[in-house]
Each structure stands twice: as structure tokens, then as C-alpha cells.
């Protein structure tokens, strides 16, 4: 969940990583590990950031609110607290969010898209949830690709703004638009998601596909950096 706030984040590019040596890997310069508390009524988050050089905490954040406003909350809470720019999760719904938690840990198709599907329901305006099952839809040839994208576009005006921006970059390459139009999708999620190296790659690859090997290799650049 914190990935997905902080994918708006100017000053940090935020990698799940199941394992601390992944994150030597790919050449991070730190690490954050979270743990979550519920008692008495409140929800407490504790956030160590350390940095892989040194093994040392340069920083704990720490956020507690009242449950009663859900899990969620607090959450977005603490992505605010480690970049400004991190934006609002895509649903309310602690509900909605258990459901997509479990579809996106299932490595069974049918199984994920009946959690994701679950999740929907509980939050029809769950923007991520939609791009999810699409993503599932259309590597599993699941036949579902078109009348998802017509169900989420029923409900794209309620969806976060960077879910706004995803939904038209997905929905341009699912429908094979033209490449003008692929990349103009793709250049304005990576105004809202700078640092994303998802984003970064898929325009690359869209300049060079128009011949525009310049552009491309800039952006490729950015994207190793």
C-alpha cells in the first residue's frame, strides 16, 4: 500500500522487496520496514528507514490515530509523512483493501480476478482494483479485457487522479490506440509519477517505437539512474 501512495513521491522511488539483500540488488540506498499495532482503539504505525550502506536507522516515523477511521487512514498518514507529494490510497474501504490484498497475493488467475472482483463490489470506484483484474485479464487471456475496461470507465470520474492517469495509459495499449496517442497517456502519468521505473520504461519504449531514439535513450537513462 505504501508503494502505491508513495508512487507520486518527488523524492523517493518506493520498490516492494521481500527481502533486505533485494534491496542491495537493484541499488537501493535504504530501506523501510513497518510494523502495525491495534490496541486500545487506535491503529500505531512504526516506520525505520536504514541506510543499506551503513546499517544504520536514519530514521522512525511513528503514527497513531483513532480506528475509527480505519486502517487506511493511517496509512496514507505515514506516506505524507515520508514524501509531501504521496498521494491518497485508491479506496476508503479496509474491506475493499483485504480483498485486493488477497487477490494480489494468490498466484492462482481465477482466484485473484474473484478477490479482485470481491474488492469492486465492496468499493466500485476501487480504481486499482480494476487496473489489477485488467493486468490479470489481459496476461491470462482471461476474455474479460473489453467489458472490464467498459465497467471501469463507468466509474473512472470517482477514481483517484493517478488512477485517472493509469486507467487512460492502460486503456490505450489494451485498445492498441494509435502511438501518438499511447504516449501522450504515458507521458502524463510520468508527470504524476516521476520516478516510477514502470513509467519511465513504458514511454522509452513507446519514443523508440516512433523513432525517437533520443528521447528514448533519455528516458532509459533515467530510468538506470
Do not use: K
Not at 99 to 123: G, H, K
Not at 190 to 198: A, G, H, R, V
Amino acid at each position: 500500500m505504501l508503494q502505491t501512495d508513495l508512487a507520486t513521491a518527488a523524492h523517493v522511488s518506493a520498490v516492494l522487496v521481500e527481502r533486505e539483500s533485494q534491496g542491495y540488488q537493484i541499488d537501493s540506498s535504504a530501506t523501510l520496514r513497518a510494523t502495525v499495532e491495534h490496541r486500545n482503539s487506535r491503529y500505531r504505525i512504526t516506520a525505520v528507514v536504514t541506510g543499506l550502506a551503513q546499517q544504520n536507522a536514519e530514521q522512525t516515523l511513528v503514527v497513531s490515530r483513532p480506528d475509527s477511521g480505519g486502517f487506511i487512514y493511517v496509512a496514507n498518514e505515514l506516506a505524507r509523512e515520508i514524501d509531501a507529494r504521496a498521494s491518497q490510497f485508491s479506496t476508503h474501504s479496509d474491506s475493499a483493501l483485504q480483498a485486493y490484498t488477497q487477490a494480489v497475493t494468490s498466484s492462482d488467475p481465477q482466484s485473484r480476478m474473484n478477490s479482485l472482483q470481491r474488492a469492486t463490489q465492496i468499493d466500485p470506484n476501487f480504481g486499482l482494483a480494476y487496473l489489477s483484474a485488467l493486468d490479470t485479464a489481459s496476461a491470462h487471456g482471461a476474455g474479460a479485457v473489453q467489458s472490464l475496461l467498459s465497467e471501469a470507465a463507468t466509474h473512472e470520474g470517482e477514481f483517484t487522479r493517478l488512477d485517472q492517469a493509469r486507467f487512460t495509459a492502460i486503456r490505450a495499449r489494451l485498445s492498441r490506440s494509435p502511438l501518438a496517442e499511447q504516449s501522450s497517456a504515458a507521458s502524463a502519468l510520468l508527470e504524476q509519477t516521476p520516478n516510477s521505473l514502470d513509467a519511465l520504461v513504458s514511454l522509452a519504449s513507446l519514443r523508440f517505437l516512433q523513432n525517437d531514439g533520443r528521447a528514448g535513450e533519455q528516458l532509459m537513462q533515467r530510468a538506470l539512474s
